[in-house]
């Protein structure tokens, strides 16, 4: 195993996994030119490859910019201190429920209902409904996430690190409710 991994650089597990991803590529590029027009297809990767570079990415990454430097503390305060960014806890929920949105936008926005209803007899009211919830789910697990995951913290720090006046007593902490 060691000289496998001295030879290769990483792990078997690895390697296995790059050869899948092959494969799983190699079969999908096959399927295209089996299609009757794999020039629309090519020109449909093409033209999503570019409308990525050049408007969703600066977009995107725009919005991260705004919300890092949103959540950034001060450097001297406990909660640049904490071991727990906020960051991710904001950007995960917000990208799945924009790729669900991406998935279904013209459902969501009414778009074609005419031709869903008569293609499927279901309604498209409750797509935006449905995401909506979605959205809100997402999120409020990612709040109860990071609760937990500061609360685990404030537990781990040393002492020496708290703010000063702050006593876990009781395991309550400031804003704990723990000042009666």
Partial sequence: MARFRAAYGASPLHLLA????????????LRIFDSPSPESTLIYFG????AH????????????????RSLVEPADSWLARRRVPAINYVRVPSVLGGIA????FPLILGLGAERYEDSTGESVDVFL????LLCGV?????????????????????ASS????????GGRGPGDGGDA
């Fill in 18 to 29: 790059v050869v899948a991803s092959f494969a799983v590529a190699g079969y999908g590029f």
């Fill in 47 to 50: 033209a999503a490859v570019f």
């Fill in 53 to 68: 570079d050049l408007l969703a990415f600066p977009f995107y990454s725009t919005l991260n910019l705004i919300a890092h």
């Fill in 101 to 104: 949105f991406l998935l279904f």
């Fill in 129 to 132: 409904t449905r995401w909506l």
């Fill in 138 to 158: 997402l999120f409020a697990g990612s709040a109860l996430l990071y609760a937990v995951r500061l609360r685990l913290a404030s537990r781990d720090r040393p």
């Fill in 162 to 169: 708290r703010p000063e006046g702050e006593e876990m007593q």
